[in-house]
């Protein structure tokens, strides 16, 4: 039996990945012309960077929903059916 707040998190925690790896991407890609002495990027491109905390806090957010979730869960196992 699925759970919609559970599923919500951990579609969360999975669109926080992709945004990270996209701002992971955008970091390597900004560093490189630093280190071999070419143009530097416009900053549009330093801007696509903070992808990367924007993931680490949409993942946080998911993995808080979860945990949410299942705790709510296991207290209404843990009650009496009335």
Not at 23 to 29: I, M, N, Q
Not at 31 to 43: A, I, Q
């Given at each position: 039996m699925?759970?919609?707040s559970a599923d919500?998190?951990d579609?969360?925690?999975?669109?926080g990945?992709?945004?990270f790896?996209a701002?992971?991407?955008?970091?390597?890609?900004t560093?490189?012309?630093?280190?071999?002495?070419?143009?530097?990027?416009?900053?549009a491109a330093?801007?696509?960077?903070?992808?990367?905390?924007?993931g680490?806090l949409?993942s946080?957010a998911g993995?808080?929903?979860s945990?949410?979730?299942?705790?709510r869960?296991?207290q209404?196992?843990r009650?009496?059916?009335r």
């Open positions: 699925s759970n919609p919500r998190g579609a969360l925690v999975r669109a990945v992709i945004v790896a701002g992971a991407v955008a970091t390597l890609v560093f490189v012309p630093l280190f071999f002495d070419l143009t530097p990027l416009p900053s330093y801007w696509l960077c903070m992808l990367m905390p924007a680490f949409l946080m993995l808080l929903g945990a949410r979730a299942q705790r869960r296991a209404a196992e009650q009496p059916a």
